[in-house]
């Protein structure tokens, strides 16, 4: 499993930096505990991920907030099944891991190892009258993002790590 250390990306001459998670890291220590599954990018990925956060999350008895980890999960899930054009009834990567510090990581696994524009999508901020943006949804939330092609080579795994209380 890894983790990803933080670095600053300024979002403008205006705005505070913002935490993005570029540069995988091994964990030394195994997780608390992890689950994963696959979901088909069949347009119901997003729900099913931001369900099964839910139920794991509640057997598990993570102290974090469950809505927005759900939420995150969601919007990682959506982004994947949007952006990296999978082929029909392909599988997308899921797994939600706790780690000792109480933090949780979300990972999703999609077919793309590319991820074009990623600093930028990550640091985007809203200007009047936009829409929000799934992965400034998530930034929103608190979670810290990172990405890095899969040991396959074919495909990258997107991850979260979404803050918790020390277990």
Do not use: C
Request: charged share 20%.
């Amino acid at each position: 499993m890894t983790i990803t250390q933080p670095k600053a990306i300024a979002t403008g001459a205006s705005g505070p930096p913002v935490a993005v998670v570029e540069i995988p890291m091994p964990v030394r220590d195994e997780p608390v505990w992890q689950w994963h599954t696959t979901f088909e990018a069949n347009g119901s990925a997003a729900g099913n991920a931001r369900v099964h956060t839910r139920t794991q999350l509640a057997m598990a008895h993570w102290r974090g907030e469950v809505d927005h980890a759900a939420q995150i999960a969601a919007r990682v899930m959506d982004n994947a099944e949007r952006h990296s054009v999978p082929p029909p009834r392909a599988r997308l990567g899921f797994r939600l891991a706790g780690i000792a510090t109480g933090e949780l990581l979300i990972e999703v696994t999609d077919p793309l190892p590319e991820f074009p524009g990623f600093v930028e999508a990550v640091t985007w901020e809203p200007t009047d009258g936009a829409l929000p943006r799934g992965l400034w949804l998530v930034r929103q939330l608190g979670a810290r993002l990172s990405y890095a092609v899969a040991e396959d080579g074919l495909s990258k795994v997107v991850q979260a790590l979404v803050p918790g209380a020390p277990v």
